[in-house]
Structures are given as C-alpha cells and as structure tokens.
C-alpha cells in the first residue's frame, strides 16, 4: 500500500513567486492534514480537511495561503506571494477517521526554500 | 493553551550510550502523548504513544511513561545504535487528530 506522497520534495524559489505543493494522501483516507515546520522550530498545524471540506484551518497563517482539496483525493497547498518567512518543511498527513484513536501517516515533507 | 518544550540539541552520543531527550507539556483537557521520529529523508513515523496518566509506552528499545504530576513525557533507550540517528519529536493531542508538536531533537550517534 502507498503511504503518503508529497511532491515536490524540494523546492527553491524567489520572493513574491508562487509555489504549489501536491499531496497525495493514502487511498480511502478521508482526513488530509496540512502541517509545517520553519526553521527547525515547531511543527505546526495548518489546517483539516474532511473529504473535500475544510474542518479545521485555524493554522493557516495569513490570506497568502490557500488550500484546496478538490474531488476529496489529493490537496494542494499554494502560497502567492511566497515570502521569506515561508521557508521550511511542509507536511501533510492523512487518517482514515479523525477520532483520537485514529493513527496519522505522514509525508517526508517538502522543504520550501524562499530567497 | 497547550505546548509542548523539549531539550534542545544535537544530543550526541556513542553506541550503546544511554538516551534520554527530556519532554514537558502544558494542556488542558487530558492529552495523548506521542514521540515521533524523522529518520533523514524520510517522514515523521510514530515511535510510540500513551493515552493516560501512569502509561508507558514502548517500541524499538524506546520508552516514554507518561507523568501527569510533572506533566512530562522523557524519551529513554538503554543502549542506542548509529541507526537510530534521526530527529525526535514529542507531541501531544487533545482531541481529534490535532497534534502539538516540540522543536523535536537531533540525535546523532557515534560508532
């Protein structure tokens, strides 16, 4: 069974370009999360999706970030205009429910890097 | 709120050193707790987890007991290996799949 799959892995851009990462969340997983990590700081949650819609996207950290998940499937995660501050790893992570019992599988990340 | 602070790294050691990366919480409510690791270029991978006060939990040689009076959750290992050179992160979730992470901790191990 694939796990989850986030793509790119890495990715280098300029500031005030925009970036779009994928992610690919097991199959039949209906919980999709969204979390990053910048600058070897904290991971922290950006925001919950339930099949194609938002539960929880109190994490989201400004209207530069938007997140889709069309179809209920896979997500994206654009940022327009990236900035410097937006650097770091991004994850996402899926769940087939969303109770407390339920185990969370994780991407490897994309490391996002604005210059 | 809730947060989660752990000992700040790298943490550097020989093989078959022992390890403990120290782990405290601030929560309301009653917090699962977790330790997560990052093995390079890999994802997060649960290591281990307790769900109430006085649990331990266990995995690979790694165990973690779940202290409410000093709201703690240490990462201890008798005997560590190269392999398990990694990034580790402790967490602790209230409800649904909302996890609060730490800074996580490099663990380098030496042969």
């Known amino acids: 069974e694939a796990g989850v799959t986030q793509f790119p892995s890495h990715s280098v851009i300029e500031k005030g370009q925009t970036v779009t990462l994928r992610c690919d969340p097991i199959s039949g997983h209906d919980n999709l999360y969204w979390y990053r990590r910048v600058m070897g700081k904290e991971i922290k949650f950006l925001l919950h999706f339930v099949k194609e819609s938002k539960q929880d996207e109190s994490g989201m950290p400004n209207n530069r970030f938007l997140a889709e998940r069309t179809g209920g499937t896979y997500s994206t995660l654009k940022v327009q205009p990236a900035e410097l501050e937006d650097s770091g790893v991004y994850f996402c992570?899926?769940?087939?429910?969303?109770?407390?019992?339920?185990?969370?599988?994780f991407g490897s990340g994309t490391q996002l890097s604005v210059l | 709120g809730n947060s989660v602070t752990q000992m700040e790294g790298p943490v550097t050691l020989s093989e078959e050193a022992f390890l403990t990366i120290n782990c405290t919480y601030t929560?309301?409510?009653?917090?699962?707790l977790f330790w997560y690791v990052q093995y390079p270029g890999e994802g997060l991978q649960l290591l281990l987890k307790?769900?109430?006060?006085?649990d331990k939990g266990s995995n690979k040689g790694f165990e973690a007991t779940y202290r409410k009076e000093t709201t703690s959750f240490h990462l201890e290992k008798g005997s560590v290996q190269v392999s398990d050179s990694a990034v580790y992160f402790c967490?602790?979730?209230?409800?649904?799949?909302?996890?609060?992470f730490g800074a996580g901790t490099i663990l380098r191990v030496k042969s």
């Open positions: 307790a769900t109430k006060a006085d």
């Open positions: 992570a899926s769940s087939q429910g969303g109770s407390t019992n339920e185990k969370l599988f």
């Open positions: 929560a309301t409510g009653y917090p699962s």
């Open positions: 967490a602790l979730r209230v409800y649904g799949n909302k996890l609060v």
